[in-house]
């Protein structure tokens, strides 16, 4: 990985990529931080704190995971609240083919470890047709990524081997929310996202008595149905509205 990076950081795409990440790799360390200490005070040795966070390397489906694991949850719940949480990545690698699909495996797999919502949102503004600057795009990419890495295994890897030293009165459960907020906020870019962010909120609160935080899949599947619905007739209407006019 070291000799793969080192061959395209001077690209001008790579640096590019880095750069445009850096505004937001303040939020992504704070939740990486919340993340590694919240693992080990959920139970969790050290050992297999670290290697979660770089095994799974999903802030999000760890977070959901962890306190299912302090309760005792059964294994299938864990997994499928996982699925759950991380469903949208099947929706991202169905774009992400069109870009990467004429790679061999190991490089896609390699890509897919690394892929996260905010790398995904930044390279899509940048190249938003497959076609386009074929060239510049693997070099953007990995410089996104990289940093983004960076930016949550560092964190993370210091709130695991602190988390003894940090007090539970410093309220670091608000800090990590703070930070999935900031993070959320900036994947919601339209119409659809903010009415399935909304409606993913509402479920939570209406199902939070469920026991096992069933509540984060009932608002996650709610959320998906309500964009898969708006998929289906929204486009139809801008269409309409375009003949129209």
């Known amino acids: 990985m070291q000799s793969f990076v080192l061959a395209r950081w ?20 704070a939740w990486g931080l919340v993340t590694g200490v919240a693992m080990v005070k959920s139970g969790l040795s050290a050992g297999l704190a670290l290697l979660m966070s770089l095994i799974v390397f999903a802030g999000s489906s760890q977070l959901a995971a962890l306190p299912l694991i302090a309760s005792g949850a059964p294994l299938w719940v864990l997994w499928a609240t996982a699925f759950c949480v991380n469903l949208r990545f099947v929706i991202f690698s169905a774009q992400w083919r069109l870009y990467i ?27 938003p047709a497959p076609e386009q600057e074929r060239e510049q795009q693997l070099p953007y990419y990995w410089g996104g990524v990289c940093l983004n890495w960076a930016a949550w ?6 709130g695991i081997f602190l988390a003894d030293r940090v007090p539970t009165e410093w309220g670091l459960g608000f800090a990590g929310v703070l930070a999935l907020l900031g993070l959320t906020y900036s994947l919601l870019s339209d119409r659809k996202s903010w009415i399935s962010a909304g409606v993913a909120a509402c479920a939570a609160v209406a199902a939070y008595a469920l026991p096992l935080r069933l509540n984060i899949v009932v608002a996650i599947a709610a959320a998906v149905a309500v964009g898969l619905l708006m998929d289906h007739r929204l486009p139809d209407a801008s269409r309409s509205n375009k003949e129209a006019a």
């Open 153 to 158: 295994q560092i964190p993370s890897v210091a």
């Open 101 to 127: 699909g004429h790679l061999p495996l190991w490089q896609r797999l390699r890509f897919g470890y690394f892929a996260a919502d905010l790398n995904y949102v930044a390279f899509m503004r940048r190249f």
């Open 10 to 29: 001077r690209h001008p795409e790579f640096r590019r990529g880095a750069r445009e990440m850096l505004g937001i790799t303040l939020g992504i360390s």
